[in-house]
């Protein structure tokens, strides 16, 4: 158990629609990050936040947005689903330390099916 | 574009063999280089990481040999158990950024 928990753990909906997926970072750990996989394209990043600011942004769509909360926690939201942001999502947190390696906690994802 | 292009993208090994991943990079700014490892409906774990001050370093069964000239690293799992069986990730990090750079992965299936 890496301590990060997201919800929910699975998700089915339909084309056209907008969800949110929620992570809860480790404790004391002041970032969080965003990734999404798929067969095809593997891990990619999305979107870092750092302490409730948004930090660094990957391959993440206009259609997608993401915050930080107060608490630390984060929330993904995907709308105007298509078929093809089908996939697991990953939440990932650290304490951001850069000097002396920095290691990311990754959730168990929440698997998206968009029918 | 992909900064770090991983191989093979599955592999399998008899138990007791070694198995063996490849990753290259491109960026000169990394300086992080972590291995992944992932288990069907978990998340990726940390499973070993280098910075590029050293050519190796070894964890048990788990090395990282790295190639700084050649922009290149490896996994290489030692006496391969049916229990490694799993998908690999190489990662790079670096350039003053936190975030991680994948690999494809790599499906390893180690046959008992």
């Given amino acids: 158990d890496s301590g990060v928990t997201q919800t929910p753990k699975h998700l089915i909906t339909a084309t056209g629609q907008r969800v949110t997926l929620r992570c809860s970072p480790r404790s004391g750990d002041l970032s969080v990050y965003w990734y999404q996989q798929s067969l095809d394209q593997g891990l990619q990043f999305l979107i870092q936040y750092y302490n409730g600011e948004e930090r660094a942004k990957g391959n993440i769509l206009e259609r997608f947005s993401a915050q930080q909360f107060p608490d630390l926690h984060s929330e ?7 078929l093809g942001d089908s996939a697991l999502y990953f939440c990932a947190s650290s304490v951001d330390a850069l000097t002396g390696g920095d290691t990311q906690y990754f959730g168990p994802g929440t698997r998206l099916t968009v029918l | 574009q992909q900064q770090v292009k991983q191989s093979p993208q599955s592999l399998i090994v008899q138990k007791g063999g070694i198995s063996i991943i490849n990753c290259a990079y491109e960026n000169t700014a990394f300086d992080y280089f972590p291995w992944y490892q992932q288990f069907p409906g978990k998340g990726p774990a940390l499973l070993i990481a280098i910075r590029p001050d050293v050519s190796e370093k070894k ?11 050649a922009k290149q690293f490896s996994l290489h799992i030692m006496d391969s158990q049916p229990g490694d069986s799993a998908t690999y990730f190489c990662a790079a990090r670096g350039g003053g950024y936190s975030t991680l750079t994948f690999g494809k992965g790599t499906m390893l299936l180690v046959s008992p």
Avoid: D
């Fill in chain 1, 76 to 82: 993904l939201n995907l709308s105007s689903l298509e």
């Fill in chain 2, 59 to 69: 964890e048990g069964r788990f090395t990282i040999s790295f190639n700084k000239s």
